[in-house]
């Protein structure tokens, strides 16, 4: 029985299970974040999970290379999903290097193994990344949702049981790395092959070059956006304490679904945004846009109204009475969240429209301002001041995303004017040239008419001239006879 079967899935399907596969995969990962204390000796083993997460954070970025965004907007086939794969397998290497040198330069030589070994998972999820860009490309990401679940299971399991046998937190990076391996070979791998029969690896030199290259702009923009929210926490760590920066992380961690759900909305509609555009069909892609944002804000709002009504209690329950002091960071939150979701939806349509410049000076500008308002805002409004700062940095990269966006599509529409107005141009000469030649065809027959009406008269003429000469011979042939006959007479007489 084959793993995967053809069948249609449709975009609202897809959004659904693409957002119910990453829910349940970051619950998971949650959980772990939680169970570790529980099924361990004192805090030792979760701090060393917290290193190893910290050093992934690192190398990840670059392992994927931003080039999901890329890839599944690649309508035109400009690269094979096996250079794709080739290309992911390249950055990962170079990722784990850059996790091997800095956990060895920043970790206690006894947690390197354990830092490292987490190090080595997360990429698991980072190759298996690549291989749902190639299933969303076919609209399928039913099986991106199943593989969600799947890892997620994977790794909750593999952590749970090897924790309860071994308590060992190297013995359980094994397990989770070997399983979630497991599940990426025995289903995914049957997948991508299923929807692209004609796979084959690709490391074509060349072409990995080029890759590089044209994704290049859209890495540096995403380093750029991670590094947004970093330089105002650490100034207000170093101007208010680390507390209050406590505080602060501790109200943004629950907001962030927000930010997750934002992006669960738009990126499986990333090939749609790039099939609209390809097509020049400025109306449809503005709309798409229109509808994904406002599906975004829906979020939004639904998201940070529970929050706002059950703040005190939720955050109570999840960190105790002490974080209530720190809830008037709540609603500067909620805006820079949304305005930070909308930012990373517009750069990745930039990116879909093959605008990586726009995408870069964006992130380039957002960052640049938010580094330079964040001390004077932090100074003025204490811990608001982080979300001050982001907020209008992200504010400024959606005024530039947009701008870029609105230009795509006036360019867009003044090209499908021009064409038409070469194919009227190209119509307009066929007709006056068939004017022309039925203009002709009647001057001809105007001429032809003169010459038939010349023709009958001077063949009228000719007719009568025949009849004056035959005439005139008729006469001469009288004369003639007469002639011979006065001669005949003539001669009868003289003899």
Not at 349 to 356: G, N, S, Y
Not at 424 to 445: I, K, M
Request: charged content about 15%.
């Amino acid at each position: 029985m084959p793993i995967v079967r053809e069948k249609h899935i449709s975009t609202k399907q897809n959004m659904l299970w693409n957002a119910a596969g990453s829910l349940f995969f970051l619950g998971c990962l949650w959980l772990i974040t939680v169970l570790v204390v529980r099924l361990s000796n004192g805090y030792d083993a979760a701090g060393v999970l917290a290193l190893g997460m910290a050093v992934s954070n690192i190398g990840v970025p670059l392992a994927q290379y931003k080039i999901r965004a890329y890839q599944v907007s690649d309508i035109e086939h400009e690269f094979s999903p096996g250079l794709y794969v080739g290309h992911r397998f390249v950055t990962m290497a170079l990722a784990f290097v850059i996790m091997v040198v800095y956990g060895s330069l920043t970790c206690a030589a006894e947690t390197l193994p354990a830092v490292l070994l987490y190090c080595l998972y997360s990429l698991v999820a980072v190759f298996s990344d690549v291989f749902q860009g190639i299933e969303q490309q076919h609209d399928r990401m039913d099986i991106v949702g199943i593989s969600y679940f799947l890892r997620g299971a994977a790794t909750l399991g593999g952590f749970v049981i090897s924790m309860l046998l071994t308590g060992s937190l190297v013995v359980s990076f094994i397990a989770m790395t070997v399983l979630c391996v497991l599940c990426v070979v025995l289903y995914e791998l049957p997948c991508v092959r299923f929807l692209e029969p004609h796979f084959s690896l690709s490391f074509d030199k060349t072409q990995l070059a080029r890759l590089f290259t044209i994704c290049l702009p859209a890495v540096i923009a995403s380093l750029f956006a991670s590094a947004i929210p970093s330089i105002p926490r650490q100034i207000l760590g170093a101007v208010a304490g680390t507390a209050v920066l406590g505080g602060y992380a501790s109200i943004a961690a629950p907001v962030l679904i927000i930010q997750m759900g934002a992006t669960y909305v738009y990126a499986p509609l990333l090939k749609n945004i790039a099939e609209l555009s390809a097509s020049g069909n400025t109306r449809g892609f503005t709309g798409l846009l229109l509808k994904a944002a406002l599906a975004m804000l829906g979020i939004a709002v639904a998201a940070s109204l529970v929050l706002i009504f059950a703040a005190s209690p939720l955050f109570t329950l999840l960190y105790g009475e002490g974080v209530t002091e720190y809830l008037v960071f709540l609603y500067p939150l909620i805006l820079c969240t949304v305005l930070t979701a909308l930012s990373w939806f517009l750069g990745d349509v930039l990116i879909a429209i093959r605008d990586l410049r726009g995408n870069l000076i964006a992130f380039a500008v957002a960052f640049a301002l938010s580094a330079v308002l964040a001390y004077p805002l932090i100074c003025f409004a204490g811990g608001n001041g982080v979300s001050f700062a982001i907020s209008l940095g992200m504010a400024c990269a959606v005024v530039i995303a947009l701008a870029r966006i609105f230009a795509h599509c006036k360019n867009a529409e003044h090209a499908a004017t021009h064409a038409s107005a070469a194919c009227r141009e190209d119509r307009e000469p066929l007709g006056s040239t068939s004017s022309h030649a039925g203009n002709a065809q009647t001057d001809e027959a105007r001429i032809n008419e003169k010459v038939h009406a010349k023709t009958e008269v001077v063949q009228t003429e000719d007719v009568q001239t025949e009849v004056v000469q035959t005439e005139a011979a008729q006469a001469k042939v009288v004369q003639t006879e007469e002639v011979q006959a006065k001669k005949v007479q003539a001669k009868e007489v003289h003899s």
